[in-house]
Every structure is written in structure tokens, then in C-alpha cells.
């Protein structure tokens, strides 16, 4: 494909580059019309490895394949723990900054703010009178999270889930890229797709799952837990903002075991297997290869090269972002063009389920 071609041949910055420039004349893929993929992403914190290469990735490589594609800042979700105002609002418009300077092109995809699109929550009322308390409880999200909090989670946190399958039917969405800690999240989706169906006539189609290649991206601090924002480790995470000299200090302090040789065994040396990982998908290497790489290296200096791979990687990113932010008045504008795209979208869909549950 043309645009691949030009990825492979110019570089991430190039491209990120020409995104701002504006179109060029050049022939793009041909998309699947008839898939509607959605997805969110929260704007606390500022994304790591993990969201990365889990997540944003597969947003690039989505909006060209695909005819509608939306990508929402779910800031209504932000709140279901408690956020300082100022700073959440400048976080929206990091987010913002973020995703563009990762390849996310507003003339590929819409990306949106989610609580700029009212029928998200109108729609998520409408869903959490057919869902039973049980079924929310029984969430192992929401037993982990609970589980943290003195005083238990607010109905918020309970009922995320619920706006979650809101957020995703309000676009009447096909496919859904997800990670496989949202797996149980998309059953409860698809369970309330089929429930309206069945009770107010075929609507909504059932969206299937876009399980992303990349497994989880583990904690450098510990290889058992997933990569986190809110590790309370400051050396476990690696996010796409930090300086080289960060990452090189994250990746050196990097928990692995008492053996020396680089192998590929999740099971039995999950700490150096998560790092061969990282290096394979940061480098766009097979395992195999990140594996020759390290041959007749100690741990200690593959970290090393691990941690150039990741710079690498960010480096280009990283000074876009520095330049986006600069520009808050075209944040804003991204923001409120995409999010007029999504509720003339959103509108029509919301109006018709408000007939079909009998408002008038």
C-alpha cells in the first residue's frame, strides 16, 4: 500500500510531519465501508509503553483500514475518581496533543470528546435500566478496584461499564479494539446489544472484538502486573514523555532474575521476556530476532539496548508533542470539529432509541 510504503520509507516524524501539513497527493488504501470501529482513552496521566504499543498503534493502523473510525477522549469517565478541574481540562487537550503526534489524523478518523456528545449519557440511562446490579458487581474490575478504596467505589465506578456500551452502540459500532482486560467489558456490550434487540426489534448490531497483537506490556518494577499510569512506582512505567536519560535510569532498574542470558520465556522469567518483547515490538522485530540481537549479551547491557530502542522510538513523537501543545487554540479545534462529527452521528441514532423505548 502507498501510505505503508511512505511509513516504511520516510519515518514516523516525516509522517507526522505531513499529517499537520495537510493531505498530499498520494493514492491511500482501499477501507472497509462497511466497518464501524469505536474506541476511547482516558485523559488522566500521560500514556506509557503500554497504551502505546497496545492501543494507539492500533488506532493508526485502523483509520487507514477502515471507512468510519472514532476515537473518543472518555473524559466523562475520568471522573468516576476525583480530578482537579483546571488540571483535567489541560489533560484533554494533552490527550489531544498526544494522539495526534502518534499518527492519529482528524481526516482519517474523528476524534472527539466524549462529554462533548450529551447522547453518550442519554443513551447510558436508557442501557442502565436493563442491566441488573448483579452483573455490575460481579465485574472482576470492579471487584480489584473496590478492593483498593477505603470507603468502596461510588455508583460511577460501578456503572462505568454501562456508559462504556453506551459510548460504543450510540455509533451503532462493528468492531471494537480492546485489550484482554476489556474482554468481559465487551460481553456485558454485546449482552445489552442483543437484550435491546430482543426487546424493541433488530437496532443495534452486536460489535465484535479487535484483540490487539501486543500483549500486555508488564510493570519494569514487576513483571506479574501490567504496565500502569497510577503505579505508585515511579520506575515501573515508561511514558512516552519522559527524557532518554528517564528511560535509560527505568529500563537499568528493570526487575529480572538471577540468570545473565536474554531468553524468551514468559512463564519462567517473566521480568527479561517482557523486555525482549518491548524491544521486538518498539524495533518491529519477531522475538526471534530481538533474541539474536541479544545474543552474548548479560541482562544488563540488553536493557540497555532496550532502552535505545524505546528513545528511538519516542524521540520523534516525543518533540511533536512539545510543538502540538504550543498550539492550544488548534487542540481546541480539533477537538470541536471532531466532536460535531460525532454527534451528527450520534443524534439521529439517539432519537430513534428514545422512539423505540416510547418517549415522545
Same mark, same amino acid.
Given at each position: 500500500m502507498?501510505?505503508?510504503?511512505m511509513?516504511?520509507?520516510r519515518?514516523c516524524?516525516?509522517?507526522?510531519?505531513a499529517?499537520?501539513?495537510?493531505p498530499?497527493?498520494?493514492?491511500?488504501?482501499?477501507?472497509d465501508?462497511?466497518?464501524?470501529?469505536?474506541?476511547?482513552?482516558?485523559p488522566?496521566?500521560?500514556?506509557?509503553?503500554?497504551?502505546?504499543?497496545?492501543?494507539?498503534?492500533?488506532? !493508526?493502523? *485502523?483509520?487507514e483500514?477502515?471507512? &468510519?473510525?472514532?476515537?473518543? /477522549?472518555?473524559?466523562?469517565? +475520568?471522573?468516576? =475518581?476525583?480530578?482537579?478541574?483546571?488540571?483535567?481540562?489541560q489533560?484533554?487537550?494533552?490527550?489531544?496533543a498526544?494522539?495526534?503526534?502518534?499518527?492519529?489524523?482528524?481526516?482519517?478518523?474523528?476524534?472527539f470528546?466524549?462529554?462533548?456528545?450529551?447522547e453518550?449519557?442519554?443513551?447510558?440511562?436508557i442501557?442502565?435500566?436493563m442491566?441488573?446490579?448483579?452483573?455490575?458487581?460481579?465485574?472482576?474490575?470492579?471487584?480489584?478496584?473496590?478492593?483498593?478504596?477505603?470507603?468502596?467505589?461510588? !455508583?460511577? *465506578?460501578?456503572?462505568?461499564p454501562? &456508559?462504556?456500551a453506551?459510548? /460504543?452502540?450510540?455509533?451503532? +459500532?462493528t468492531? =471494537?479494539?480492546?485489550?484482554?482486560?476489556?474482554?468481559?467489558?465487551m460481553?456485558?456490550?454485546?449482552?445489552?446489544?442483543r437484550?435491546?434487540?430482543?426487546?424493541?426489534?433488530?437496532?443495534?448490531?452486536?460489535?465484535?472484538?479487535i484483540?490487539?497483537?501486543m500483549?500486555?506490556?508488564k510493570?519494569?518494577?514487576?513483571?506479574?502486573?501490567?504496565?500502569?499510569?497510577?503505579?505508585?512506582?515511579?520506575l515501573?512505567?515508561?511514558?512516552?514523555?519522559?527524557?532518554?536519560?528517564?528511560?535509560?535510569?527505568?529500563?537499568r532498574?528493570?526487575?529480572?532474575?538471577?540468570?545473565?542470558?536474554?531468553?524468551?520465556?514468559?512463564?519462567r522469567?517473566?521480568?527479561?521476556s517482557?523486555?525482549?518483547?518491548i524491544?521486538?515490538?518498539?524495533?518491529?522485530?519477531?522475538?526471534?530476532?530481538?533474541l539474536?540481537?541479544?545474543?552474548?549479551m548479560?541482562?544488563?547491557h540488553?536493557?540497555?539496548?532496550?532502552?535505545?530502542a524505546?528513545?528511538?522510538?519516542?524521540?520523534?513523537?516525543?518533540?511533536?508533542?512539545e510543538?502540538?501543545?504550543?498550539?492550544?487554540?488548534?487542540?481546541?479545534k480539533v477537538?470541536?470539529?471532531?466532536?460535531?462529527?460525532a454527534?451528527?452521528?450520534a443524534?439521529?441514532v439517539c432519537?430513534?432509541?428514545?422512539?423505540?423505548?416510547?418517549?415522545?
Amino acid at each position: 500500500m502507498a501510505m505503508r510504503s511512505m511509513l516504511k520509507a520516510r519515518g514516523c516524524w516525516s509522517f507526522i510531519r505531513a499529517l499537520h501539513k495537510g493531505p498530499e497527493a498520494a493514492q491511500t488504501p482501499q477501507k472497509d465501508a462497511v466497518k464501524r470501529v469505536f474506541s476511547g482513552i482516558q485523559p488522566t496521566g500521560i500514556p506509557h509503553l503500554g497504551n502505546y504499543l497496545g492501543a494507539i498503534e492500533a488506532w !493508526v493502523r *485502523l483509520q487507514e483500514e477502515h471507512g &468510519l473510525v472514532l476515537y473518543s /477522549i472518555v473524559d466523562l469517565h +475520568s471522573i468516576t =475518581v476525583a480530578q482537579d478541574p483546571a488540571l483535567l481540562q489541560q489533560s484533554i487537550l494533552d490527550m489531544t496533543a498526544v494522539l495526534l503526534a502518534c499518527g492519529i489524523n482528524p481526516e482519517k478518523s474523528i476524534l472527539f470528546q466524549q462529554s462533548q456528545v450529551p447522547e453518550h449519557t442519554q443513551l447510558s440511562w436508557i442501557l442502565t435500566c436493563m442491566v441488573r446490579l448483579p452483573r455490575l458487581q460481579h465485574l472482576h474490575q470492579w471487584k480489584a478496584k473496590i478492593a483498593t478504596q477505603k470507603h468502596g467505589g461510588t !455508583v460511577g *465506578l460501578l456503572t462505568y461499564p454501562v &456508559l462504556q456500551a453506551a459510548d /460504543i452502540l450510540l455509533y451503532r +459500532s462493528t468492531h =471494537v479494539p480492546v485489550g484482554e482486560d476489556q474482554v468481559q467489558h465487551m460481553e456485558l456490550v454485546q449482552d445489552l446489544a442483543r437484550e435491546f434487540n430482543k426487546k424493541y426489534g433488530e437496532f443495534f448490531p452486536v460489535p465484535r472484538s479487535i484483540l490487539t497483537s501486543m500483549k500486555k506490556v508488564k510493570s519494569l518494577r514487576d513483571p506479574s502486573a501490567k504496565m500502569s499510569k497510577s503505579d505508585p512506582d515511579k520506575l515501573a512505567t515508561v511514558r512516552i514523555t519522559d527524557s532518554p536519560e528517564e528511560i535509560v535510569q527505568k529500563f537499568r532498574k528493570a526487575v529480572t532474575d538471577f540468570t545473565s542470558e536474554v531468553t524468551y520465556e514468559p512463564a519462567r522469567r517473566p521480568g527479561v521476556s517482557n523486555l525482549v518483547a518491548i524491544h521486538a515490538a518498539v524495533a518491529g522485530l519477531p522475538v526471534e530476532e530481538a533474541l539474536r540481537l541479544g545474543a552474548g549479551m548479560d541482562t544488563a547491557h540488553y536493557k540497555l539496548l532496550v532502552a535505545d530502542a524505546v528513545i528511538q522510538r519516542f524521540a520523534p513523537i516525543k518533540r511533536e508533542i512539545e510543538k502540538l501543545k504550543m498550539d492550544r487554540s488548534h487542540l481546541e479545534k480539533v477537538l470541536q470539529v471532531g466532536s460535531a462529527k460525532a454527534k451528527e452521528l450520534a443524534h439521529p441514532v439517539c432519537q430513534e432509541v428514545k422512539k423505540l423505548v416510547g418517549f415522545l
